[in-house]
């Protein structure tokens, strides 16, 4: 089936000690999006490529970072981790054109210790 | 400031009954309106949309409404199941402001369907 996968589900960090978090797709689509969800809030959008071309949102910390290095990949760089930033981070695929469906992936839960 | 409110953290509901889920945008050029379902430990996944040129979009058992001059949606769910138990986001799409068409959540509503 053809799916988002995040890697790994659970992520540990310590303060301020760089982590990486992954997604890929199985959709080929052009979009990829990184999102922010903290307990009880909306997810909030960082940024997103469409195909190579990124964007960031205007209110994204400098803190993060991201990486498409290919079509089916999409990396999240936290380069220096605060208590704050301890969140569920859902990675969403999207065709572009005319669909303006996301399809999202289960998830990367981060804890900050 | 947020764009899409849903004021409702939580609704319970027997099964069998309807479930009335709500919505409130706002902002007049959002042009696209989605629902999410969302279980306890995976992503959201779509329910279904409607665009802001139709007022009602019937998918089996959910139907959602729109009703753009008071800029509210809602999600019926008719006859709602245990198995609809979840946390439902609206979202809406901006498509202008170089937005991109990217998409704004709502916080989220609790279901819970009681037997």
């Known amino acids: 089936d053809a799916m988002v996968i995040q890697n790994p589900r659970y992520q540990v960090t310590q303060f301020g000690k760089p982590v990486t978090l992954s997604c890929s797709q199985t959709?080929?689509?052009?979009?990829m999006y990184w999102y922010q969800q903290k307990s009880s809030q909306a997810p909030k959008l960082l940024f997103h490529?469409?195909?190579?071309?990124?964007?960031n949102e205007a209110d994204t910390p400098d803190n993060f970072q991201s990486r498409r290095p290919n079509t089916s990949f999409c990396f999240l760089d936290i380069r220096s981790p605060g208590l704050g930033d301890a969140a569920m981070y859902l990675c969403?695929?999207?065709?572009?054109?005319?669909?303006?469906?996301?399809?999202f992936g289960p998830g990367t839960r981060l804890t900050v210790t | 400031d947020q764009q899409v409110k849903q004021n409702s953290p939580s609704l319970s509901v027997q099964e069998g009954r309807i479930s009335i889920l709500n919505c409130d945008y706002t902002?007049?050029?959002?042009?696209?309106f989605l629902w999410y379902k969302k279980y306890p430990a995976e992503g959201p996944t779509f329910l279904i949309s409607i665009s802001s040129i139709k007022d009602k979009n019937e998918d089996g058992r959910f139907t959602v409404f729109l009703n753009k001059s008071a800029k509210h949606l809602s999600l019926h769910i008719v006859p709602s199941q245990p198995g609809d138990s979840a946390v439902y986001f609206c979202a809406a799409r901006d498509n202008y402001g170089g937005s991109q068409g990217n998409l704004i959540f709502g916080k989220g509503t609790k279901l819970s369907v009681k037997p």
């Open positions: 902002n007049s050029m959002f042009d696209y």
């Open positions: 490529y469409y195909d190579k071309d990124f964007n």
């Open positions: 959709l080929n689509h052009n979009v």
């Open positions: 969403a695929t999207s065709p572009g054109t005319g669909s303006y469906e996301q399809y």
